[in-house]
């Protein structure tokens, strides 16, 4: 906001700067009353007249400073532009007499300028009597003056309004030597004061002393903005939509008168019984489920304490518990509200106990000796004693550990340990004395070979024997040797042909499967078309056949390096082929 | 004919002469156990051992004769020893139930905590090493190398020139298997572990008597043997606790070392 505010002026300055008549900065210190009442306020405005600074109130010891607005305006008068500055303060004395409001320093641009002192009489008459019914008050009281230690008191504020208000703000006190807690709830009812009708605001705080003697709780401090009716003629601008609403605010404070605590310590214990801590008012209950059951049955044992006062640091009281039943604590359950004399509910402590030999058995009873706030004293209550009456499982006389019943009751079951550590015996069989097998490396390495070797040798003999029979394979070692045939006879056109047709009509059989000499075109075609030999490739195939033959039987006359060509094409069709 | 009949009848007088230190060897081994388990129960711990370490001594290599060494070694009060033949027992009866309780007794007794060994990598990437042992690790490797070749067999009768993926599969696991039980191999050849006998052992910078002491270890403490000079095994505890040791105060797990 004060950000805001600099930039504003910054800016402000800047576009009006030529405008600006500057005659050096002036400050000044007004406030609006001289003479004021023990728990009232006065207002003190700072002004800074050409210039924008910063106004420190640290030298200011006899006030309460309370920082509320700040004001910028820039006025034209004759033609001639001047800043105003005015910060505006909230004092509240803290003491009577002539006290004195000392020189203020406030920095503009890098130096320093001051304030003149004004001098404040604050009488011992306070304003209230002035006016037996004000428009404003505020009241604060205590539920116990005189409280002992850890025992809750309760401190309430009260706000009484004649007229409307705004901007209320409530400024507790420290609570110093208390553990103070906010009641969330606060209170609005309407009260009669000599014969004036207020609305009355409550706010309510719970303290817990936590120290013995005087204590002194602090004023609250309520400070707010009186809303009063404008006098001035209404305008359309004093519609409550532009903003305005035609009322002004007047900055107010208002001040408790501060309380004395004597906190007594709790009178020192005597008591032959456990002092269990708790301070307040409390009482305690001893029950069980059901008194009669057999061996091995569960059953819950509660102590509920119960009461008003420091319930949460509650304990279990001890009790005896003989050694035929088992005992099994549950977590506390808590039942607890912060109310107006401090904390209120019950605390219950639960125990699952499980009979173990059958008999009669008394558990209790219990007791808790806590101080009576009330009484000033420390009280003991006891409960009554319970007797169990247990009788033997029906089908077990000796158990010692829970069994299930169709009931449902609880099984315990319990974790086996040993009892006593020794080694298991010696092994005595024979074998003991025959070496174990091991598999070293090389064997190893040799059954890890053998399946391979075998694959090896199967397939390879398999192939050897088989293939060499075949037609397939008779066929294709025939295109390989009429190919490497015709290679050698390049020079001699006729028997380069006949060996390089020869050639590739066993490698187009070797594709059947079937032995022969010779084959039609369509016979070639249907071969590699069964075979899956490409459909483009097979043209090429059949056009290669038919290049040969019409060569070989038309006379068509080759040289040696056309011989070459087609030794070198064919070659490359009967290893795709073959 | 008559020729055939004398050199079988040599051949066999010549293999029963062969066989009868064999057989004389057994006989004494039998005594020696039966001895040892008597004396066992008659409370004569190291008599016991005696007859056991006897039987050990001639070369057998039997994870149930170790383990009766461990447990007479424990009950004569010697925890160096005893954890020593209980490691050699569990390499060959790993799974063995009455070893394993043996041996964890037996290590509750070992002052030394175990050096905390972080999750490494390695232990991660190859978990299958840490949770099967040795043998069964070889015994995968030889039925995936079976089983992969059977695999190959079927396609190159059906004459298939790629291989599918069951085959593939097979393929790695014969491969990762095959690997670890190499580096298993590997592993007992080239990086020996060791026990400390003795109840105190103090551990030196340098070999020899004079050098800093550096830590102390217990009986029945693992350690690993990284080196030997002169009567000294460099030992390694944990990644930062190395140091020299007298090679009478520990021995060497592995019997092969």
């Known amino acids: 906001m004060k950000l805001l505010k600099h930039l504003s002026g910054f800016i402000f300055i800047l576009l009006m700067f030529p405008a600006i008549v500057y005659g050096g900065p002036r400050v000044s210190a007004t406030v609006d009353r001289t003479s004021i009442g023990p728990g009232e306020s006065l207002t003190l405005n700072v002004t800074i007249e050409g210039g924008d600074g910063d106004v420190d109130t640290s030298p200011v010891r006899d006030f309460k400073v309370i920082s509320r607005e700040s004001t910028n305006s820039i006025n034209m008068v004759n033609g001639k532009f001047s ?265 219950i402590f639960r125990t699952a106990l499980v009979p173990v030999k059958s008999g009669t058995y008394t558990i209790g009873p219990v007791e808790l000796t806590y101080f009576d706030v009330f009484r000033g004293r420390y009280v003991t209550k006891k409960t009554q004693t319970i007797t169990l009456d247990i009788s033997p499982a029906p089908t077990e006389e000796k158990t010692t550990i829970a069994t299930p019943s169709p009931s449902g009751s609880l099984l315990f079951k319990k974790k086996v340990e040993f009892k006593g550590r020794d080694i298991l015996p010696l092994k005595e069989n024979i074998s003991a004395i025959k070496n174990q097998k091991e598999i070293s490396f090389p064997m190893f390495a040799g059954l890890l070979a053998l399946p391979a070797i075998i694959y090896l040798i199967i397939f390879g003999f398999v192939r050897l024997t088989k293939e060499s029979d075949a037609p397939s394979y008779v066929m294709a070692k025939r295109a390989k040797a009429q190919f490497k045939k015709a290679a050698s006879r390049v020079n001699d056109t006729n028997a380069f042909l006949s060996c390089l047709y020869s050639a590739l009509i066993s490698a187009i059989l070797s594709k059947a499967g079937v032995n022969g000499e010779s084959i039609t075109y369509k016979e070639a075609e249907k071969i590699l078309a069964k075979s899956g030999y490409p459909e483009d490739k097979t043209g090429k195939v059949i056009k290669m056949i038919e290049e040969i033959e019409s060569a070989r039987f038309g006379g068509t006359a080759i040289n040696k390096p056309e011989n070459k060509k087609l030794l070198a094409r064919v070659e490359k069709i009967i290893k795709e082929l073959i | 004919m008559i020729m055939i009949k004398k050199s079988f009848f040599i051949f066999m007088i010549f293999f029963i002469f062969l066989l009868i230190p064999l057989n004389a060897r057994c006989g004494n081994n039998a005594r020696a156990f039966l001895d040892g388990i008597k004396y066992y129960k008659a409370g004569e711990f190291q008599k016991a051992i005696d007859q056991f370490e006897k039987i050990a001594g001639s070369g057998v290599k039997n994870g149930a004769l170790y383990y009766n060494l461990g447990n007479a070694y424990l009950k004569s009060g010697r925890l160096g020893k005893a954890i020593l033949w209980y490691e050699r027992a569990l390499d060959l009866i790993p799974h063995d139930p009455d070893l394993k309780f043996n041996y964890e007794y037996a290590l509750s007794l070992v002052k030394d905590k175990k050096p905390d060994e972080n999750i490494s990598v390695f232990s991660v990437l190859f978990f299958w090493k840490f949770f099967l042992d040795k043998k069964t690790i070889q015994l995968l490797a030889i039925v995936f190398s079976l089983f992969f070749w059977i695999l190959i067999g079927i396609n190159t009768l059906r004459r298939k020139k790629t291989i599918n993926i069951t085959s593939c599969m097979v393929l790695i696991l014969f491969l990762i298997f095959t690997a670890t039980a190499c580096y298993n191999y590997y592993e007992r050849c080239c990086i020996k572990q060791g026990v400390i006998l003795q109840d105190e052992v103090k551990v030196r910078s340098g070999f020899d008597d004079g050098s800093t002491e550096l830590f102390e270890l217990h009986a029945g403490t693992k350690v690993r043997v990284e080196e030997a000079k002169d009567d000294f095994y460099k030992i390694r505890f944990s990644d930062k606790m190395i140091g020299w040791i007298k090679k009478d105060k520990v021995e060497i797990i592995s019997l092969s070392g």
Do not use: H
């Open chain 1, 83 to 347: 800043q105003k500055l005015i910060y505006n303060f909230v004092l509240i004395p803290f003491r009577q007499g002539r006290l004195t409001i000392p020189s203020l320093p406030v920095t503009i641009g890098g130096k320093t300028y001051y304030t003149k002192p004004i001098s404040i009489n604050v009488s011992g008459v306070p304003s209230e009597t002035k006016d037996n019914s004000p428009d404003i008050f505020v009241k604060a009281k205590v539920s116990n003056s005189n409280p002992y230690l850890n025992q809750y008191i309760n401190y309430t504020f009260k706000l009484y309004q004649a007229v409307r208000i705004a901007n209320a703000q409530f400024d507790p006190p420290d609570f110093a030597g208390f553990n103070a807690t906010e009641l969330s709830d606060r209170k609005t009812y309407t009260a009669v004061v000599s014969g004036r009708r207020y609305r009355v605001t409550e706010l309510s705080y719970v303290l817990l002393p936590l120290e013995t003697g005087d204590l002194m709780i602090e004023p609250g401090v309520l400070s707010c903005d009186i809303v009063k009716r404008s006098t001035r003629r209404r305008s359309i601008f004093d519609d409550p939509f532009f903003g305005f609403g035609g009322a002004s605010y007047e900055p107010r404070v208002f001040k408790t008168r501060p309380l004395k605590v004597s906190v007594k310590p709790l009178p020192s214990y005597k008591g032959d019984k456990n002092f269990s801590s708790l301070v307040g008012k409390f009482d305690i209950k001893f029950q069980i489920e059901k008194t009669k059951m057999k061996v091995g049955d569960s059953v819950t044992l509660s102590i509920t304490i119960q009461g008003q006062g420091n319930i949460k640091d509650a304990l279990e009281p001890g009790f005896g518990i003989p050694d035929a039943l088992k005992a099994y604590k549950d977590n506390p359950e808590e039942d607890i509200k912060l109310g107006m004399e401090g904390y209120k509910g019950k605390k």
